[in-house]
């Protein structure tokens, strides 16, 4: 039988009328557990509200209450109900029940239906909870907790739907909510689809809170049935809200609707995030976020630790192991308002150190490590995280014990996320949290001064230590956790540092000044390299830079082969300050300008006018009448846009993509249209290309758009291509090239439909190898009809700039490779060193082959590119 025990008053109601009293029966029989002894601080810290805890004995979950059924989880493990008061109670079974998927629960109710106390709401096989969840503890919580002035559990044993569990003493519902809703200040958007690639992950989320807290009022952002404060990072992160998901932003008050229209169309354009994406993306030939590769956990060779490679280089060295010391702070303080303000100045005191570092970031032209910091900035704001300070601070801790306490229970919350980019996210609040401890106890974990030639080595690396690594004297480093899509890694890529991670544990025991060799394109640490070694390896790293050196001083200079063929080496580019950059790197053209950035981090697509301006911003960059193709919008597959929903698909990359798009939606590509022949007379050679054609009627359709735009402009005729990256395309190349002016080749998406193998599969990603002699003999086939009708061929996929597959393509009669802008000096050297004579010998015997291994081992590599690539 169960005994009353202590009164608890909720947090903060203290003082106010109490209008109500409610007694709620005892859902399930069994001993009742404090919340606070929950071993789940989402539970404990009462970050879902105030409750109990039931470790059951029975297996049917009774009405608590009378009330209405509000959700009923999809996995069946809790149900919500509301009370004719307000009261919101919700009955959740076990811990990480939600994992089991529905398996073991049978819940007997549905939304919407009127209960009373003791009915059946879920029955459960408490033999399976109990051996594959976290734990049976079954919560009861109030989740408006604003609503209670009192909150007293009882402690015992209890009989389900007999005994009394807890007496709750409610206050006035302020009605602010409803009567913002009745007054027509509630205000709901339209479903937005979420178009940031990986979802609404932390810098979004900082985002979006840093809009929603210029309104006065709630806001709130609902996903399904879920709803959460739109103010928080950590709450918006933890509704693992993904891409292309629809969510709701939803607003009380009196600036309900322009916070709505605000937020809405910030969440629809990416919270910025697409912005940043053509800034990343050129150098590559796929604008798809780099996959985290699978880590291998051991490898046969005690010498080579296996990682994930996150940063790509080789680094040659000796090991430094960095260790995170725990600061030690006192738990118990007398002065709670002494430590809030304490806690407060400590704050402030990070945010001024990180909007420093975000300005000098920002002045560095770095906008992307700037951003991360801005994030950090957010999540120093997150009202969740202050709260949970601030309460412990009001229990008698110290600020820095309830700092310290508040800000690991998030990190470890976003930890157990499934997601592995949010999971990844609590490195991040470890970050910001370890910057506020040191200003509060004056503890600094100095960084020792590292020796030129470092290899460092940790369990993990915050953004902070990894953003203030000096490239000059750290030849790379390895962290036992993270992955490749970490805020480390991105920094590490941006500052051109190899790096692993996710490395073999092993790697923390190894001894400080050993000589170690890191690879960070293929996720290994070698262990023993010896000195010969080490030297050879830094002799060829030196060689290779002066090679790249004079390789830059030659890059103007045409690229013709020893036997005097002239192949056309130009860029592709997405940008006009690409352009700038492609003329100083050597670029011969723009065999391939990607408009799709231009159509990104936007609410609408640009007008004709703005895009008349890109485009003639671009051709007036280049050196007069060299070529410039352009290719129309390429949207859809990896690359959505928020404008421009396209309903979800289970094969989008069969799906609308590329040209369908623009011929489902003809405006669009009619005022492309009319923007690049506008853009015409700027001093380059303009050509259009259209993307992912199928068959001769996408063609003739395009082209006949294109045309009639043409006509009404009474502009002159430029000429009109296609890529071929549909295998279809270049199995009967010679009928397209009976009327296209030209083809270039998309061997990024040729390779994956011929091999029927996705780009950025990550563990097929790998096999989907353009050398593939499938893909040389399309490739050959579409060279052989388009010169036959007198068109030329170029290639614009990443192949394009492999040195392997440079031979192969001249050898095939290739008449131009359009390659990132960092690879152009070293293409066009290439093609001086090599005869056309002898490419196509190799080419032909690579069509005899038959696999894309057999074909790269006829070609000669580099021996500096291979040899540090192998030997390492
Ligand atoms: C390709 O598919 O090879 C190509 C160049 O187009 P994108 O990578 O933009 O799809
Ligand atoms: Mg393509």
Known sequence: MAESTTSAPAAGSSGTQVTSVVVLQAPLSGQLVPIEHVPDPVFAEKMVGEGLSIDPLSDRLLAPCDGEVVQVHAAGHAVTMKTVEGLEVLLHIGLDTVGLKGEGFDPKVSVGE?????????????DHVATHAKSVLTQMVITNPERLASFTPRSGLVTAGEDAVAELELVADDGRDDADAAAGRQVTSEAVIVANPVGLHARPAAVLVNLAKRFEGRVYLQRGDTRVNAKSVVAIMGLEVGPGEKVHLIAQGPEAAEAVETLSAAVAEGLGEAGAAPVAAPASSTVRAEPAPEPSVQSDDPDLLLGVAASPGLGVGTVLQIRHEDISVEEEATDRHHERRRLDDAIDKAQVQLEALEARLLREADPSKAAIFAAHQELLDDPDLLDLAGSAIDKGKSAAFAWRSAYRTHAERLAGLQSEVLAGRANDVRDVGQRVLEVLTGVRQERPEFPAGTILIAEDLTPSDTATLDRDRIEGFCTTSGGASSHVAILARSLDIPAVAGIDPQALEVAEGERVILDGAKGTLRLNASEAEVDRIRRRKERIAKRRAVELEHALEPAITTDGHRTEVVANIAAVEDAREAK????????????????????SAPSEDEQVEIYRGIAEAMP?????????LDVGGDKPLSYLPIAREDNPFLGE????????????LRTQARAILRAADAGARMHVMFPM???????????????????????????VGIMVEVPSVAVIAERFAAEVDFFSVGSNDLTQYVLAMDRGHPKLAPQVDGLHPACLRLIGQSVKAAHEHGRWLGVCGSIAGDPQAVPLLLGLGVDELSVSIPAIPSVKAQIRRLSLEECRDLAAQALEQESAAS???????DEDERGLEDEA
């Not at 040209?659 to 003809?666: K, Q, T």
């Not at 074909?855 to 590599?861: E, I, S």
């Open 657 to 668: 993509r590329g040209i369908r798009v623009g011929l489902d939606r003809p405006e669009i």
């Open 693 to 719: 054609i199928a068959t001769m009627q996408d063609w003739r359709s395009a082209k006949e758009v294109f045309e009639e735009e043409r006509l009404r402009l009474g502009a002159d005729r430029i000429p």
């Open 584 to 603: 100083s790197a050597g670029a011969e053209g723009v065999g391939l300008l990607r408009t799709e950035f231009a159509f990104m981090g936007r609410t």
């Open 855 to 861: 074909v790269r081992a006829l070609v000669p590599q």
């Open 114 to 126: 009127q209960v009373t106390a003791g009915t059946e709401l879920i029955t459960f096989d408490l």
């Open 624 to 632: 007069e009448g060299q070529p410039l193709v352009i290719r129309t």
